[in-house]
């Protein structure tokens, strides 16, 4: 780990389309490769999908929800005291709760059983925008398993 300084963060361009940071960010983790056009037309792919679902819905306003439906506030971390090992509630830090939501739903969009990328993840992310779907029943357990060992909290670090 670098002690000297603290690692700059990039600056991401919004996407051409919609003029996002956010949906730039969603495409550069789904993409595989280095195929930038490839996960562009998948994720334009997918918001359209959606747009054809709810016709009087903004796709992006869609997107945001179903992001923010899936991003976990805490999740437990390993922690040795003595000779025994506690699973510690964390909050996590807004920023990475954005990426682990991205992560998520790319995963279980993958694990789908629709055709394409395109309607597995238009598919995920309304699901997810409806507070369905593998994605938000992964926060689910996450915050569940906080919450069952919120006792040993005072172990955080």
Do not use: C
Not at 1 to 8: G, I, W
Not at 49 to 75: Q, Y
Request: proline share 5%; net charge positive.
């Amino acid at each position: 780990m670098a002690r000297r300084r603290v690692a700059q963060r990039r600056e991401v361009l919004p996407d051409p389309k919609f003029g996002s940071v956010g949906l730039t960010k969603f495409v550069n983790a789904v993409m595989r490769d280095g195929k930038k056009s490839v996960a562009e037309s998948i994720v334009y792919g997918a918001l359209d999908i959606i747009a054809k679902k709810l016709p009087n819905e903004d796709p992006l306003t869609v997107f945001n929800r179903a992001i923010d439906n899936v991003k976990p506030l805490l999740h437990v971390k390993s922690r040795r005291v003595g000779g025994a090992t506690y699973q510690v509630p964390v909050e996590i830090a807004p920023p990475t709760r954005t990426a682990i939501a991205y992560r998520w739903i790319i995963e279980f969009s993958r694990r789908r059983g629709e055709k394409t990328m395109v309607e597995r993840l238009g598919g995920e992310l309304f699901d997810a925008y409806n507070l369905q779907g593998a994605s938000v029943k992964r926060k689910d357990d996450t915050h569940r398993m906080a919450e069952a060992n919120k006792a040993f909290a005072h172990f955080r670090y």
